[in-house]
């Protein structure tokens, strides 16, 4: 049996409209590997098309296999 946990990670909007993550998810990473999370996927929805496709959040997925 597997336990999962869902980081969100907000989009900032740059000068030139380019979406960046306002924090250092590196490190989000890397914390829960140390805590014995895994790293199943990074999932970025689309909002619409009339703003480019662009997401303006991602989540972080991460598993741990439970007793």
Request: no cysteine.
């Amino acid at each position: 049996m597997y336990e999962y946990k869902f980081h969100r990670i907000n989009l900032q909007t740059s000068l030139l409209r380019s979406k960046k993550p306002g924090i250092d998810y590196h490190e989000i990473i890397r914390d829960h590997a140390r805590q014995g999370w895994r790293l199943v996927q990074i999932f970025a929805p689309t909002v619409s098309i009339m703003d480019g496709g662009t997401s303006e959040y991602f989540e972080l997925i991460f598993e741990k296999e439970t007793n």
